[in-house]
């Protein structure tokens, strides 16, 4: 079925260790976002895309990295965890020109 | 890129009508008022979106004055499951816009 998906969904990991969060979006948007939300701050952008090997930072980039080598994905990646990193990772795309944003279910990851 | 202000929560009960108001005070002239609503453990989903006067569809209506310097979201007779974060963004449709969220609006609807 079309749409965006995040995997994986729960995530448990330690201080130290690299994790990837996939995501995947099956509308061939161009622009392509990961937010992390925490409670009291409300949705932090961290990365985006505006297209396939096009990337820049948000608000919140610090300790993570992305790549687009394809327009359907979208992986962010935390080089070396934190547990200031716990979070829930929302993953979202937009077709070039339009306002609405998809969002992914989420990536709850808990970093020990 | 235009700041909003928005309250931080909101009650209300069954079958009350709910408004929701957002300042925009620098909102530019290309700029669209947008709301999106989050429920517990989802990612936040487009509801409505407009310009200006009113704006209406099967969830909620969209209220913009003149100067469009504020915008105001209306639930029509909200039930348990309107319970949500409700975002206000502001920002123009070109493909450069990256929308900035903020802490929305929780609403809770009490039986």
Known sequence: DAGITQSPRYKITETGRQVTLMCHQTWSHSYMFWYRQDLGHGLRLIYYSAAADITDKGEVPDGYVVSRSKTENFPLTLESATRSQTSVYFCASRAGGKETQYFGPGTRLLVL | ?111
Not at chain 2, 73 to 98: E, H, K, Q
Request: hydrophobic share 30%.
């Open chain 2, 1 to 111: 890129l235009a700041k909003t202000t928005q309250p931080i929560s909101m009650d209300s009960y069954e079958g009350q009508e709910v408004n929701i108001t957002c300042s925009h005070n620098n909102i530019a002239t290309n700029d669209y008022i947008t709301w999106y609503q989050q429920f517990p453990s989802q990612g936040p989903r487009f509801i409505i979106q407009g310009y200006k006067t009113k704006v209406t569809n099967e969830v909620a209506s969209l209220f913009i004055p003149a100067d469009r310097k504020s915008s105001t979201l209306s639930l029509p007779r909200v039930s348990l499951s309107d319970t949500a974060v409700y975002y206000c963004l502001v920002g123009g449709t070109g493909g450069s816009y990256i929308p900035t969220f903020g802490r929305g609006t929780s609403l809770i609807v009490h039986p």
